[in-house]
T-cell receptor, first 116, second 114 residues
Framework: GDSVTQTEGPVTVSESESLIINCTYS????????LFWYVRYPGEGLQLLLK?????QKGSSRGFEATYNKETTSFHLQKASVQESDSAVYYC?????????????FGLGTTLQVQP | GGIITQTPKFLIGQEGQKLTLKCQQN?????MYWYRQDSGKGLRLIYY???????QKGDLSEGYDASREKKSSFSLTVTSAQKNEMAVFLC?????????????FGPGTRLTVL
């Protein structure tokens, strides 16, 4: 079936360190998957961080980057230097590309704690 | 910009009770969604609606009813609350039901069943 697996949290890093949160997906019933990273900051609602709809492309936002790798079925989230304000829960999600359902399949979420 | 409002913020019910959650959006989006999130689990789709009066079942629709009375509102009913059930219900909307469309989420309704 279709699924998303991501780094199990919590992940704790110190400010200015680099970060990678792994995300791999299985899209057996989706011909053209779209990939997303959503984030929930403390006290806020879930919001889109970045998305990539074409294999081989990279998305970026707020210093985060993720590359859609069709060969390894991965969409890892990276940041070169984290800040305390990046502390949040990050969700990788898989959506249907050419399909018209808008349905998203989410990973379990990864809690990131950035220490000052 | 726009906003999604969910009411109530907290919902406490009794076993077997029918409970209704409401969602309003002012984005003028066509498509709305209801997700359920259990502790330590990802979001799972319960129902979605492509347009007014449309309903589509998600993976977790059993035990729920939904209603899209108008474009801006989408209600979810728990038909019979299960004892000790605890979950957060998230409403979302997107401009269309395209697979690449960004979904905008509400703050959630936290359900506790005694």
């Amino acid at each position: 079936g279709d699924s998303v697996t991501q780094t199990e949290g919590p992940v704790t890093v110190s400010e200015s360190e680099s970060l990678i949160i792994n995300c791999t997906y299985s899209a057996t019933s989706i011909a053209y998957p779209n990939l997303f990273w959503y984030v929930r900051y403390p006290g806020e609602g879930l919001q889109l961080l970045l998305k990539v709809i074409t294999a081989g492309q990279k998305g970026s936002s707020r210093g985060f980057e993720a590359t859609y790798n069709k060969e390894t079925t991965s969409f890892h989230l990276q940041k070169a230097s984290v800040q305390e304000s990046d502390s949040a829960v990050y969700y990788c999600a898989l959506g249907e590309g050419a399909g018209n359902t808008g349905k998203l399949i989410f990973g379990l979420g990864t809690t990131l704690q950035v220490q000052p | 910009g726009g906003i999604i409002t969910q009411t109530p913020k907290f919902l406490i019910g009794q076993e077997g009770q029918k409970l209704t959650l409401k969602c309003q959006q002012n984005f003028n989006h066509d498509t709305m969604y209801w997700y359920r999130q259990d502790s330590g689990k990802g979001l799972r789709l319960i129902y979605y609606s492509i347009t007014e009066n449309d309903l589509q079942k998600g993976d977790l629709s059993e035990g729920y009813d939904a209603s899209r009375e108008k474009k801006s509102s989408f209600s979810l009913t728990v038909t019979s609350a299960q004892k000790n059930e605890m979950a957060v219900f998230l409403c979302a909307s997107s401009i269309r039901d395209w697979g690449y469309a960004e979904q905008f989420f509400g703050p959630g309704t936290r359900l506790t069943v005694l």
